[in-house]
């Protein structure tokens, strides 16, 4: 899974000089679910040649559509 980083957290990543341990260690802490939204996207993405806002553009699948999952899981299949 790709390392999520708050403002904060980008900009101590991106500060010049080294990194300190502590700091690395918060980088690594998973990002809270709370903070992320998830819905279906099209097959349009499967494809790296496909670029731009249509990546990104929600489709309805059976109840789920751009609005949030009401807690529901999400499927990638």
Partial sequence: MPVMLDQPAAKAWLKDGPITAEE????ARP???ERMDGWPVSTYVNSSR???PQCCEPV????LTAEK???EQLNLF
């Fill in 24 to 27: 690395l260690a918060t980088f």
């Fill in 31 to 33: 990002f809270p679910p």
């Fill in 50 to 52: 496909n670029q731009g």
């Fill in 60 to 63: 309805v699948r059976g109840k």
């Fill in 69 to 71: 999952n009401n807690g």
